[in-house]
């Protein structure tokens, strides 16, 4: 099961809202994100919470629930804790931040997700993956290096490449979401949390590939 959430993005108010940032903007989306309570560790800002308090909340804001109004069950094998960070030692550093809370808490690379911006998905998609290459991607990279492996659970939020020649690769990542394309990402945002918290509490994440692998959720 999943032990580490790492949100990938780069730290200070010029980047907020960033399309490199998006996986930053979801966690601050969250229904249960005022709940989490950050401490400045490992290179990063990390929080945590047990499954059960994680299946509670989802309940408690519609994410996911039974009929009868009862959280999601929670498996016998689940972890103590599911760790949520925000590495801050920009994105190209990521895995430092990653490692180092991989080795305090003895997390291995299967027991990872990495959320993170994909320019091969156009906005209004999103993907849930296993290993696989990195995409040019240096917060992948870094992360790839730091574990010794690329086989670790990735959930990817399109933004596309750039729709103007003129526009290098490097200005659009950093580029800001318009206010049309925020209210995009907000759906999606909404859309995925289903997905987040099952997979979180799953026995087998990779139940998930076939229906989520590359979804179109908004456009």
Not at 157 to 177: E, Q, S, T, Y
Not at 188 to 205: C, G, I, W, Y
Request: glycine share 8%.
């Amino acid at each position: 099961m999943i032990k580490l959430v790492a949100f990938l993005g780069n730290y200070g108010k010029e980047y907020d809202k960033t399309r490199h940032n998006v996986a930053w903007y979801y966690e601050d989306s969250l229904p249960f994100a005022n709940k989490l309570s950050w401490q400045s560790k490992f290179k990063g800002e990390i929080a945590s919470l047990t499954p059960t308090e994680l299946a509670q909340w989802a309940c408690d804001t519609k994410i996911c629930s039974k009929k009868d109004g009862s959280p999601v069950i929670v498996p016998e094998e689940a972890p103590d804790h599911i760790y949520f960070l925000k590495p801050m030692t920009y994105m190209n550093l990521s895995g430092d931040s990653i490692i180092e809370v991989a080795n305090f808490y003895k997390i291995k690379a299967d027991e990872i997700l990495v959320v993170h911006d994909e320019l091969e998905l156009a906005p209004g998609f999103v993907s849930w993956k296993w290993s696989g290459g990195l995409g040019g991607h240096n917060g992948l990279r870094s992360t790839k290096v730091v574990l010794n492996t690329p086989d670790f659970w990735r959930l990817r939020f399109g933004i596309g490449r750039p729709d103007n020649d003129k526009i290098g690769v490097a200005d659009w990542v950093l580029g800001h979401f318009t206010s049309e394309q925020q209210e995009l990402m907000q759906n999606v945002f909404s859309q995925t949390n289903l997905l987040f918290v099952k997979a979180l509490l799953s026995k087998n994440p990779a139940d998930f590939i076939q229906s989520w692998g590359k979804k179109k959720l908004a456009e």
